[in-house]
């Protein structure tokens, strides 16, 4: 699912290289397939990123003191110089090892790609263009994530100066700084674009929103979810989930200094000695990811190695949250007359507000288990979406719905479609085991990932005829509960 990625593989420019026919000009193309959920979008990463160039770039023959930093033009990077002396005749260019212009030795810090944005494209694709819900956040436990809000202003209502923040509701945040309150925080006027930095310390299914007048931006679909995925999905196979994550609670005997390194690999090395410190429980009984008190092999067994890597809710350690397919799934309410109030330039009563329909993923039904038309299949560019097709083969044979679980797409500013309801809510578990005698599935896993930011109505959600068991509310794993 795009978004979910490592940001080694996000951070993509968005231009000529971008895909999707953008030329990088402003004339973007894309718009007609950004949150689409499926291999149809090929463009992932941040619209508007590109290189940072703020920095100066690295001049042969300059004297430069120990500590200094520069970037470079040719293979653009950034290095920072690990000993003082005037430079050489030849650009830095290698990632690893001992780096030298002829003269000076560097070392590495990583692309251009920085977090900084250029507003054309934001503009450019951002308004008349927005999602409900808002984009899904899906990281990974430690994690850094880097996230740019850019106010792009409401082309129908050009007398607002309506502020915005991202606020991650109910998720450990160590600095109010970036927490999104704007009583404690920064808040984005129209124009501006402000990164937000978290560390992503505990697996567990969250969600954001805005949080300059949240009663009325909720009712616009500023809310989205958000979450951690544990690093408990990166033990081998064969490796036992216990062990791994017990690790973590062995001592270090003593902690290298990292500002003392001269290399980008020691560096890395003396940093990785930190990692137990940072993840250990120690006696926090608020810890939450404690560690089992002993291993339970149970249906995910994870020292049969038959399982595949990842596909955990938390770090259980015996296996116990293991999932074959996760949907998130956003609850929320809904008023049309306070959104046409708002839209149309009329005084709103916030005394008034009373949600008339129930929203999963921005739908009612029956645009839950539908919302997409398929194209005609005789056209010479098929239809993109597998759901289009039987057996989800692009081109094959047309399947006999011509409306199927699929993005909901509005036209944007430039004229184009864009997908501003990209998720339904159809959940299709596999099947892990057929009834030799009558067929029936069972053994298959579906992890929900529910969110739920109402203003004025509570709602709930059950399955009717197959048996749910709750096993975490956010942060906290939820081991023990007989009704659940």
């Not at 231009?15 to 990088?24: H, I, Q, R, V």
């Not at 001592?251 to 001269?262: M, Q």
């Not at 350690?317 to 008023?335: A, C, K, L, M, N």
């Given at each position: 699912?795009?978004?979910?990625?490592?940001?080694?593989?996000?951070?993509?420019?968005?231009?000529?290289?971008?895909?999707?026919?953008?030329?990088?000009?402003?004339?973007?193309?894309?718009?007609?397939?950004?949150?689409?959920?499926?291999?149809?979008?090929?463009?992932?990463?941040?619209?508007?990123?590109?290189?940072?160039?703020?920095?100066?770039?690295?001049?042969?023959?300059?004297?430069?003191?120990?500590?200094?930093?520069?970037?470079?033009?040719?293979?653009?990077?950034?290095?920072?110089?690990?000993?003082?002396?005037?430079?050489?005749?030849?650009?830095?260019?290698?990632?690893?090892?001992?780096?030298?212009?002829?003269?000076v030795q560097w070392a590495y810090q990583g692309t251009l790609l920085d977090g900084h944005v250029d507003a054309r494209p934001i503009m450019d694709v951002g308004v008349m263009n927005a999602n409900q819900p808002a984009p899904l956040i899906a990281i990974d436990e430690d994690d850094e994530l880097f996230l740019t809000l850019t106010n792009v202003g409401m082309i129908m209502r050009p007398d607002l100066f309506e502020q915005h923040t991202v606020h991650f509701h109910g998720y450990p945040n160590a600095s109010a700084f970036y927490d999104g309150v704007p009583d404690a925080s920064i808040a984005i006027a129209i124009g501006g674009s402000f990164s937000y930095y978290y560390l992503a310390p505990d697996a567990g299914t969250y969600f954001w929103h805005c949080h300059i007048s949240p009663p009325e931006h909720l009712q616009m679909g500023m809310v989205g979810q958000l979450y951690v995925r544990p690093r408990q999905n990166r033990v081998a196979p064969t490796n036992s989930l216990w062990s791994a994550l017990n690790?973590?609670?062995?001592?270090?005997?003593?902690?290298?200094?990292?500002?003392?390194?001269?290399?980008?690999?020691?560096?890395?090395?003396?940093?990785?000695?930190?990692?137990?410190?940072?993840?250990?429980?120690?006696?926090?009984?608020?810890?939450?990811?404690?560690?089992?008190?002993?291993?339970?092999?149970?249906?995910?067994?994870?020292?049969?190695?038959?399982?595949?890597?990842?596909?955990?809710?938390?770090?259980?350690?015996?296996?116990?949250?293991?999932?074959?397919?996760?949907?998130?799934?956003?609850?929320?309410?809904?008023?049309?007359?306070?959104?046409?109030?708002?839209?149309?330039?009329?005084?709103?009563?916030?005394?008034?507000?009373?949600?008339?329909?129930?929203?999963?993923?921005?739908?009612?039904?029956?645009?839950?288990?539908?919302?997409?038309?398929?194209?005609?299949?005789?056209?010479p560019n098929p239809d993109p979406l597998p759901a289009c097709w039987v057996g989800g083969v692009v081109g094959g044979t047309p399947a006999a719905a011509t409306v199927v679980p699929g993005p909901m797409e509005t036209a944007s500013s430039d004229g184009t479609n864009h997908a501003s309801q990209p998720l339904p809510t159809v959940i299709n578990i596999p099947c892990a085991a057929p009834d030799a005698t009558t067929g029936a599935c069972t053994g298959g896993r579906a992890l929900l990932r529910i969110s739920d930011l109402d203003v004025s109505e509570y709602q709930t959600l059950a399955s009717l005829g197959i048996p749910m068991k709750v096993v975490g509310s956010a942060v906290s794993r939820i081991t023990s509960c007989p009704t659940c």
């Open positions: 699912m795009p978004g979910t990625q490592i940001n080694g593989v996000f951070n993509t420019t968005f231009g000529a290289n971008g895909g999707s026919g953008d030329t990088g000009t402003g004339n973007a193309l894309t718009n007609n397939l950004i949150g689409k959920p499926d291999a149809s979008f090929t463009f992932n990463g941040a619209i508007g990123l590109t290189n940072d160039y703020s920095l100066d770039p690295w001049v042969g023959g300059a004297a430069y003191p120990i500590g200094a930093y520069v970037r470079t033009q040719g293979t653009p990077g950034i290095y920072m110089a690990t000993a003082a002396g005037i430079s050489g005749a030849t650009e830095p260019t290698a990632t690893s090892g001992t780096i030298t212009d002829g003269s690790q973590w609670e062995t001592p270090t005997p003593s902690l290298p200094d990292p500002t003392a390194a001269t290399t980008a690999a020691d560096q890395l090395k003396a940093w990785a000695a930190y990692e137990p410190v940072r993840k250990r429980c120690g006696g926090d009984i608020l810890c939450s990811a404690p560690i089992p008190a002993s291993h339970v092999t149970g249906r995910a067994a994870d020292t049969s190695g038959t399982k595949p890597i990842g596909n955990y809710a938390y770090n259980d350690g015996d296996g116990s949250t293991y999932y074959d397919v996760e949907y998130p799934i956003q609850i929320h309410g809904f008023d049309p007359n306070f959104h046409f109030v708002g839209m149309t330039f009329n005084p709103e009563s916030f005394n008034d507000m009373k949600d008339k329909y129930f929203l999963l993923n921005g739908r009612s039904y029956p645009d839950t288990v539908g919302g997409y038309s398929c194209g005609d299949p005789s056209h």
